[in-house]
């Protein structure tokens, strides 16, 4: 095969690869058509533009347009906001939308969504937006509403639907799906188990929609109890919901109240969303940037946000120079030393910084407890220590044949190993002994190891370049 076939394999291959990252990406100049067709007026080409879109998609694009775009759009074609579309916006973009919208195309919206999707709608909205959205639901959907949110905030019960299917433990599959046939209207749009309940109302186990269907009607529904079942109490924290799902591979499970009595039920879907949120959380937080920041927020609403971790950054870079200046004679007579501290300090904070990301995961993965600790302890620190030594070595020749100093680089070498066994070290007993202080080690964390690392690494680096070179 010639050399420009092989190019042109790998053109392809890359072109492909590029697609399969691009999937799912909104088309590049639909963005443009769009603001065409505010900028004209005409509705009939908003509609053509939207209506094939799938929810979440029209969500984005009302993230990425201006403020004045979505309000024109919004007056002028507010009937392509539905209550699916609302549920993929967030925070203060959703409180904006809700205002532009006019109260019979929100009514529209809100009577087609589940009861989760309506409180997760309203939780966070004002008072008087609120009370506008309950006022729209039937009686007993709001009722179901109230009763949801009277829930503590990022519970179990405010993450439930309360639209259960619901069966005797006593019946049969022919029954079952008599029950559901004849109940279709009042079924939820989408659900996967029918659960199983004693004259208590208590869940005592759950059928499969396929077991069901491929079952002969005769048979009991005790008999096609799935081995998955689990409770969820009303009060567990949403974090603690969304852990169950995914270490127990559950599609779904029914929520109880303090008398085990059944009160709704939660999906995969809702816990996965929890789930996605406590990532992006704690991805925001290890970078100092709050959970509720977004591409959408005013200048000063994202400077306020981000101006306490500055000033955290500035407090600890402040410490780091005060050890710098204990040291301010042997940096004026060795030049050299001024030139090399950046690297000890950033080996640290990229060393301390990787043992802190995974860290913080395994905390929140439960992966990290008390019975491993010591060994991940070891481990984190036989790591720092093997990098540390291997890059001892490429520090030390560099500093002898920059400088021409052998025992320069001897204390670089040796300042390297200190550094990065501290780092590692650092990395994971911080969010550890933050975790058990109940702060938030995703919060914390970050500015506590860079002071950790960057205080060792200068004292070790420059006290050795006292004691061994002056």
Do not use: C
């Not at 984005?60 to 993929?88: H, N, T, Y």
């Amino acid at each position: 095969m010639s050399d420009i076939e092989d190019d042109v394999l790998d053109r392809s291959a890359e072109d492909t690869a590029d697609e399969a990252r691009d999937s799912y990406a909104l088309d590049d100049t639909l963005l443009g058509k769009l603001r065409a067709a505010v900028a004209a007026r005409d509705p009939a080409a908003i509609d053509a533009l939207i209506t094939p879109l799938h929810p979440a998609d029209i969500a984005d694009l009302l993230e990425q347009v201006s403020d004045p775009v979505r309000a024109a759009w919004l007056r002028l074609w507010p009937s392509s906001i539905d209550g699916d579309v609302l549920s993929e916006l967030y925070g203060d973009l959703r409180e904006e939308v809700i205002g532009l919208l006019p109260d019979s195309v929100l009514q529209d919206a809100v009577r087609d969504l589940d009861s989760d999707d309506v409180v997760d709608l309203v939780e966070d909205l004002e008072d008087d937006q609120q009370e506008a959205i309950l006022d729209v639901l039937a009686p007993s959907d709001r009722v179901a509403v109230e009763q949801a949110l009277s829930f503590p905030e990022e519970s179990a019960g405010r993450l439930m639907q309360r639209e259960v299917v619901a069966a005797p433990e006593h019946w049969t599959v022919g029954e079952a799906i008599d029950y559901m046939r004849a109940h279709k209207r009042e079924l939820p749009e989408q659900f996967y188990h029918l659960v199983l309940t004693d004259p208590r109302m208590k869940p005592v186990g759950y059928v499969t929609l396929g077991r069901i269907m491929s079952t002969a009607r005769k048979t009991p529904l005790i008999e096609l109890l799935e081995d998955s079942f689990r409770v969820i109490p009303a009060t567990q924290h949403e974090d603690e919901v969304a852990y169950a799902f995914n270490q127990y591979h559950l599609i779904s499970a029914p929520v109880v109240d303090d008398d085990g009595r059944l009160v709704g039920v939660i999906t995969i879907d809702d816990a996965m969303n929890v789930l996605d949120d406590a990532n992006e959380e704690d991805i925001l937080r290890l970078a100092g940037v709050d959970e509720e920041s977004s591409l959408n927020d005013r200048v000063i609403d994202t400077t306020k946000r981000r101006f306490p971790w500055l000033f955290v950054n500035l407090i600890t870079a402040i410490l780091a120079s005060l050890v710098i200046s204990q040291f301010e004679a042997a940096i004026s007579q060795i030049v050299a030393l001024a030139v090399l501290m950046p690297i000890v300090a950033s080996m640290g904070g990229n060393a301390g910084t990787q043992s802190l990301t995974v860290a913080v995961r395994a905390l929140a993965t439960k992966d990290l407890t008390r019975s491993n600790l010591l060994r991940v302890v070891l481990r984190e620190a036989g790591v720092g220590l093997i990098n540390g030594l291997v890059f001892a070595v490429v520090m030390g020749v560099i500093g002898v044949l920059w400088f021409g100093s052998p025992m320069l680089g001897v204390v670089i070498a040796v300042a390297m190993v200190i550094n990065l066994l501290v780092a590692g070290l650092a990395g994971i007993l911080v969010p550890v002994i933050l975790e058990r202080l109940r702060v938030d080690p995703a919060l914390a964390s970050g500015a506590f190891v860079t002071t950790v690392t960057d205080v060792v690494g200068f004292f070790a680096f420059l006290g050795l370049a006292v004691v061994l070179l002056l």
